[in-house]
């Protein structure tokens, strides 16, 4: 069983949907959650960090961790076009100063305008 | 401004030769990792280093190597060793006491 699972999609959403993105895992250790976007051709950039459960808002983000499930998601509202992108989530365990994170193989979104 | 360059954007090399990465970054962080993105692998880690002439390998280190004279460096080799070596190289680094890591714009690396 691999350490995280996130399904590659391609997710393809008309412009204004609520966009559900979601990872497993199966290494209970994890306690520090993170999502990048990655636009096409460019480095991952950071968008939300969250600590063991619970929600985190940020703008039309929101990132929701659920450890008793080993679940996480990452919801979008009001999606736009420039919305389109993979989508990564990254997780460790050990919290400041862990130096290693393991990755999802990300999910690539299509917000249609 | 603060951040990550790489350098060059893409890079195109004949099959034998050795190849080097620039990574430079101006954010005064110890943390430094070299990622290989390959489509449908996610990303893997090749080589980090937590501190000046410190380094460990990551997860697919043959063929690569790396080295860390000053903490705002942090060069892959690409070598001749590596057997398939096209692929999009990120390079990110991590300020202390965060989890987080932040990355360049990564190159590209076409073998030919």
């Known amino acids: 069983q691999k350490e995280v699972e996130q399904d590659p999609g391609p997710l393809s959403v008309p412009e204004g949907a609520i966009v559900s993105l979601n990872c497993t895992y199966s290494?209970?250790?994890?306690?520090?959650f993170m999502w990048y976007r990655q636009y096409s051709r460019k480095g991952p950039e950071l968008l939300m960090y969250t600590y063991s459960s619970g929600n985190k808002e940020d703008g039309r983000f929101t990132a929701q961790v659920d450890k008793s499930s080993k679940y996480i998601s990452l919801f979008i509202r009001d999606s736009q076009p420039s919305d389109s992108a993979t989508y990564l989530c990254?997780?460790?365990?050990?919290?400041?100063?862990?130096?290693?994170?393991?990755f999802g193989k990300g999910t690539k979104l299509s917000v249609i305008p | 401004d603060g951040g990550i360059t790489q350098s060059p954007k893409y890079l195109f090399r004949k099959e034998g030769q050795n190849v080097t990465l620039s990574c430079e970054q101006n954010?005064?962080?110890?943390?430094m990792y070299w990622y290989r993105q390959d489509p449908g692998q996610g990303l893997r880690l090749i080589y980090y280093s937590q501190i000046v002439n410190d380094f460990q390998k990551g997860d697919i280190a043959e063929g690569y190597s790396v080295s860390r004279e000053k903490k705002e460096s942090f060069p892959l080799t690409v070598t001749s060793a590596q057997k398939n070596p096209t692929a999009f190289y990120l390079c990110a680094s991590k300020p202390p006491n965060t989890d987080t890591q932040y990355f360049g714009p990564g190159t590209r690396l076409t073998v030919l």
């Open positions: 954010l005064n962080h110890d943390a």
């Open positions: 290494n209970s250790a994890f306690q520090y």
């Open positions: 990254a997780m460790s365990g050990t919290g400041a100063g862990s130096y290693q994170l393991t």
